[in-house]
């Protein structure tokens, strides 16, 4: 243990308060720390599935008990409003814990596959096989889910755990260690590296078996990068710029209720919120009046009954600045807020919803992760396609129309991770569903059986009682060629010669 440790300061967002005071995990301990994860996975992966979810369950257990005062750490910690930090961090995590309590027994069961008959006599089946230790970096937006859900997915699966939680919520990540000793999981198990990115970086090159990330596409890259020189395989869950298409035969009401939300939602800091608006020409006027309408009720604060929170991570908010300055400077128009020189409200940014925008700006093709929407209007299905795919990202996109052939037609042809037909977002909240992203959005998906094979080896297995003295593809060679053709002949011809098959199946055996 090093004698004096680096200490940070958690400051809460909304407020300017000093919460508390994180001790970061010295990099001097990386070692000692993955070799405690080997140690403990020895005995974790080596237990019944049905005794690892029994962990699991006691910590679903202690969340319930806790769902408040966990809901107040992360609102204070992000400056989130306690609602969102019950609907969009904590339900998701019971949920996930719920389903792959339901599953996990069945997904990593090993599964027989039919053997084809070339392979007369043998059986084929796969094995999931634990990976070893999982390193999991999570970002500051959704910290206990984004943190929590991968967790929960690499232990079920038989994996020992690393965390390296964001610095900018680092209560939250010291609530989820609490969560993880409180359930009791053994020594070693799952361990918490508390810091910055030095913190993260000297993690990644501690060799883990996994990583799995979360965060932007810039880290994203640096991440792949460092283990790609060892060959980890990664999961990266990275950025969203996602399309919002309305088309004028939608509820248009509930489009502007939806849009309100789907944008200004965690304050717009969210991969899949709606970054950008396209609004069929013929209802581009009425939507927006709906929308300014929407907006206008919306009330932001720290309270209870509050809407919309405050930004988290104070770089974030000179980011949002700059695009809007961008867009502003090349023409576009503020529908609602007010221009960013007249921004007061520190951590509180203006809901600013801005027309007039186009392709080449800032604001339609980075990331804003604020509570800035910019809306263009359409003329037809074609182009609302051709603009939603124009982006480097595609991780999340929605489309509104009561026409619901039209709407899965349009969906279909999205390049996205995932779609949502009348709502935006929620696809993350179905865990039997894959997430992830296309293009610079990320690589891999987790969620449902994927999320918990990604965290083992898939294993083919060959299986032959061994009673047979030899095998026909075996040596020696003498005189089977012709054999061979005959019998793969008779096998791949559109319509399969089985006598000839068998025939010369006991002529190669009789060789053999
Ligand atoms: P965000 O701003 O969305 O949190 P980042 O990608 O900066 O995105 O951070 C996500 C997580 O990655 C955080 O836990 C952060 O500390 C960690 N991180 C940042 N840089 C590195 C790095 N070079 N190596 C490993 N982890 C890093």
């Known amino acids: 243990m090093d004698a004096v440790h680096e200490k ?62 966990v809901a107040d750490i992360i609102a204070a910690d992000t400056g989130k409003v306690v609602t969102e930090a019950l609907i969009a961090d904590i339900m998701p995590t019971l949920d996930s814990i719920d389903h792959i309590c339901k599953h996990a027994e069945n997904i990593l069961n090993r599964k027989k596959v039919t053997t084809p008959i070339l392979l007369i006599g043998k059986r084929s089946y796969i094995e999931y096989m634990p990976r070893g230790i999982v390193l999991v970096i999570s970002p500051w937006n959704y910290p206990l889910q984004l943190a929590m859900v991968p967790m929960i997915s690499a232990l079920a699966s038989g994996n020992t755990v690393i965390l390296k939680p964001s610095e900018v919520t680092p209560l939250v990540g010291k609530c989820i260690e609490d969560l993880f000793r409180k359930a009791g999981f053994p020594e070693g198990v799952v361990q918490i590296a508390h810091g910055g990115k030095e913190v993260g970086a000297a993690f990644t090159k ?77 209802v581009y006027s009425k939507f927006i009046s709906l929308l300014k309408k929407e907006i206008s009720e919306l009330r932001q604060g720290t309270d209870r009954n509050a809407d919309v929170g405050s930004m988290t991570f104070p770089a974030q908010v000179q980011i949002v600045k700059d695009q809007l300055e961008d867009a502003l400077g090349k023409g576009a128009v503020l529908e609602t807020g007010v221009p960013p020189e007249e921004w007061q409200n520190g951590m509180f940014l203006p809901l600013t919803v801005v027309t007039n925008v186009n392709h080449r700006m800032k604001i339609i093709q980075e990331e804003s992760f604020g509570p800035i929407l910019p809306i263009i209007p359409f003329e037809t299905e074609e182009e609302a396609i051709r603009l939603s795919n124009d982006t480097v990202y595609g991780l999340n996109a929605s489309v509104w129309s009561k026409d619901i052939q039209k709407a899965r037609r349009v969906a279909s042809k999205l390049i996205s991770g995932a779609v949502v037909i009348n709502d935006a977002i929620i696809s993350v909240a179905n865990h039997g569903l894959p997430f992830g992203g296309t293009k610079q959005s990320g690589i891999g998906r987790y969620h449902g059986d994927a999320g918990l094979k990604i965290f083992c080896h898939e294993k083919s297995i060959v299986e032959d009682r061994g009673r047979k003295k030899t095998e026909i593809h075996w040596y020696p060679y003498e005189d089977k060629y012709p054999m061979f053709l005959t ?26």
């Open 8 to 69: 940070l300061k958690v400051i809460a967002p909304a407020t300017g308060e000093q919460i508390g005071e994180i001790e970061e995990t010295p990099v001097s301990q990386v070692g000692s720390i993955y070799h405690k994860g080997r140690t403990a996975f020895q005995v974790w992966s080596k237990l019944q599935i049905g005794e690892r979810l029994k962990y699991l369950k006691k910590l679903k257990e202690i969340m319930v008990e806790e769902m408040e005062v």
């Open 206 to 282: 501690g060799r883990p078996d996994y990583i799995f990330f979360t965060g932007s596409v810039r880290t994203g890259k640096i991440i792949q990068e460092a283990a790609a020189k060892e060959l980890i395989p990664t999961t990266l869950e990275l950025g969203g710029k996602d399309p919002m298409i309305v088309f004028k035969d939608a509820h248009l009401e509930r489009a502007a209720k939806g849009a309100a939300w789907a944008a200004f939602t965690n304050s717009g800091q969210v991969c899949m919120s709606a970054e950008r608006l396209y609004v069929e020409k013929e």
């Open 487 to 512: 019998l793969f002949k008779s096998y791949f011809k559109a319509k399969r010669n089985w006598l000839q098959f068998a025939k010369s199946y006991l002529s190669i055996l009789k060789k053999s």
